[in-house]
């Protein structure tokens, strides 16, 4: 079932070096401070640390539930060997929570870091990369921490923030509840309930309503009203219902957790205006829609806004100011389901408006799915970034060609949110 995996999809390896066979000359795991660590050192490393930021992992917090205290010390365990192999020091945190845990993964990675220096040496590089909540801490820590990280790689980023990104989940909650309505047991659009669980709640009411084909046109207007995969963008033939039940599962359940942490409700809509493309209302009405009388509800209910205690804690955990102090590579698949590529055009904006463009570089892929990254995809955009920090020279779309799954001709789309 859904919840009780690592909320972050990565496409089967098809690795560049598959039959490499590359051993650590030092391997070390522990716990510092109640965060369960790995590290794993070749004999020829290259004098580069990659440290890995692990995605959301969901808090066990219902009966029968266990939670992953897994320490990974990369993406994936099958992209060890080749960076192993090409000289790479690997090391990862498994922070000291589960849920909307980035305070502590900012500061259980940056202690890692420490510990990796007090133990096995000081790196020459030390490159953080994170994808989807780790993208987060990496995009957090890059603000944060200037003498720790000389590069980053923020992968399927949230790159609009926190708070932004958070909205947009409370939008789908809003939506959902005009078209089908929510169960009182749920809370509501502004205010979750602070213990709901997706498996035994949200899940069964899901599945009866998209095994009814005839709910197709409803749920695609709630996909297109707010901006999932992204404005102009056509997802494929399989994509409906699968977005639907993991992004559900954030804007309810993993939204419960955060607000608890919060210590109150924490998205708004004030500043939101609900519209959709004449495209988009025309295709809905071949489907039975009339987009506009949905349109007019959701904008009759822009009213929602969050307590100033738990908003303040959504952008401490985090909103960016752009001020990055080194390099920052963004990867993102251009088809994502549940952080959307236009988050990336909203952290672009963030960092020019910081007047620092020329410390980013983004990358996308033709991937469809969350973190679908192949691995040779992978092993480009750390080699390219390794490059940047030791050479002083910003990648090009040359380093990312379309034979590996690149699209270096893409922009993407405005995020929903204002």
């Given at each position: 079932?859904?919840?009780?995996?690592?909320?972050?999809?990565?496409?089967?390896?098809?690795?560049?070096?598959?039959?490499?066979?590359a051993?650590?000359?030092?391997?070390?795991?522990?716990d510092?401070?109640?965060?369960?660590?790995?590290?794993?050192?070749p004999?020829?490393?290259?004098?580069?640390?990659?440290?890995?930021a692990?995605?959301?992992?969901?808090?066990a917090?219902?009966?029968?539930?266990?939670?992953?205290?897994?320490?990974?010390?990369?993406?994936?365990?099958?992209?060890?060997?080749?960076?192993?192999?090409?000289?790479?020091?690997?090391?990862g945190?498994?922070?000291?929570?589960?849920?909307?845990?980035?305070?502590?993964?900012?500061r259980?990675?940056?202690?890692?870091?420490?510990?990796?220096?007090?133990?096995?040496?000081?790196?020459e590089?030390?490159?953080?990369?994170?994808?989807?909540?780790?993208?987060v801490i990496?995009l957090?820590?890059?603000?944060?921490?200037?003498?720790?990280y000389?590069?980053?790689?923020?992968?399927?980023?949230?790159?609009?923030?926190?708070?932004?990104?958070?909205?947009?989940?409370?939008?789908?909650?809003?939506?959902?509840?005009?078209?089908?309505?929510?169960?009182?047991s749920?809370?509501?659009?502004?205010?979750?309930n602070?213990?709901?669980?997706?498996?035994?709640q949200?899940?069964?009411?899901?599945?009866?309503?998209?095994?009814?084909?005839?709910?197709?046109?409803?749920?695609?207007?709630?996909?297109?009203?707010?901006?999932?995969?992204?404005?102009?963008?056509?997802?494929?033939?399989?994509?409906?219902?699968?977005w639907?039940f993991?992004?559900m599962?954030?804007?309810?359940?993993?939204?419960?957790e955060?607000?608890?942490?919060?210590?109150?409700?924490?998205?708004?809509?004030?500043?939101?205006?609900?519209?959709?493309?004449?495209?988009?209302k025309a295709?809905?009405a071949?489907?039975?829609?009339?987009?506009?009388?949905?349109?007019?509800?959701?904008?009759?209910?822009?009213?929602?806004s969050?307590?100033p205690?738990?908003?303040?804690?959504?952008?401490?955990?985090?909103?960016?100011?752009?001020?990055?102090k080194?390099?920052?590579?963004?990867?993102?698949?251009?088809?994502?389901?549940?952080?959307v590529?236009?988050?990336?055009?909203?952290?672009a904006?963030?960092?020019?408006?910081?007047?620092?463009?020329?410390?980013?570089?983004?990358?996308?892929?033709t991937?469809?799915?969350h973190?679908a990254?192949?691995g040779?995809?992978?092993l480009t955009?750390?080699?390219?970034?390794?490059?940047?920090?030791?050479?002083?020279?910003?990648?090009t779309?040359?380093?990312f060609?379309?034979?590996?799954?690149?699209?270096?001709?893409?922009?993407?789309?405005a995020?929903?949110?204002?």
């Open positions: 079932m859904l919840k009780k995996l690592t909320l972050v999809g990565f496409a089967t390896l098809a690795l560049l070096v598959a039959s490499v066979s051993k650590a000359q030092v391997e070390l795991q522990g510092l401070d109640g965060a369960p660590y790995r590290i794993r050192v004999a020829n490393w290259n004098g580069t640390l990659l440290v890995y692990h995605g959301y992992r969901d808090k917090d219902h009966p029968g539930e266990v939670d992953n205290r897994n320490a990974d010390a990369a993406p994936n365990a099958a992209l060890e060997a080749p960076l192993l192999a090409q000289g790479y020091a690997l090391a945190s498994a922070y000291r929570d589960n849920g909307w845990a980035v305070e502590e993964g900012v259980d990675t940056k202690d890692l870091v420490k510990f990796f220096k007090s133990r096995v040496g000081k790196p590089k030390t490159i953080l990369w994170g994808f989807s909540l780790g993208s990496t957090d820590s890059m603000e944060q921490s200037s003498g720790t000389d590069g980053a790689i923020a992968a399927c980023a949230v790159g609009a923030g926190a708070s932004r990104s958070w909205d947009n989940a409370g939008d789908l909650a809003l939506a959902y509840d005009v078209v089908f309505g929510m169960p009182s749920w809370g509501t659009p502004d205010d979750i602070d213990f709901i669980d997706f498996e035994s949200v899940f069964p009411k899901l599945l009866s309503e998209v095994n009814n084909f005839s709910n197709f046109g409803k749920y695609e207007f709630i996909r297109l009203v707010v901006g999932t995969p992204g404005s102009g963008l056509t997802p494929p033939a399989n994509f409906y219902p699968n639907l993991t992004d599962f954030f804007a309810t359940e993993a939204r419960a955060l607000e608890r942490r919060a210590g109150g409700h924490i998205v708004q809509n004030l500043d939101h205006e609900y519209t959709l493309t004449a495209a988009e295709y809905l071949g489907l039975g829609i009339n987009a506009d009388a949905l349109l007019v509800t959701l904008n009759d209910r822009r009213n929602i969050a307590q205690s738990a908003r303040n804690y959504l952008k401490r955990n985090a909103d960016y100011k752009g001020k990055i080194h390099p920052v590579l963004t990867l993102h698949t251009i088809i994502d389901p549940l952080v590529v236009s988050q990336e055009r909203a952290y904006e963030t960092v020019a408006a910081a007047g620092r463009s020329d410390l980013l570089f983004q990358t996308y892929t991937g469809v799915g973190c990254f192949s040779p995809q992978l955009v750390v080699n390219a970034m390794n490059n940047w920090v030791r050479t002083g020279t910003a990648p779309a040359a380093n060609p379309a034979t590996l799954g690149f699209a270096p001709t893409f922009v993407p789309p995020f929903p949110q204002p």
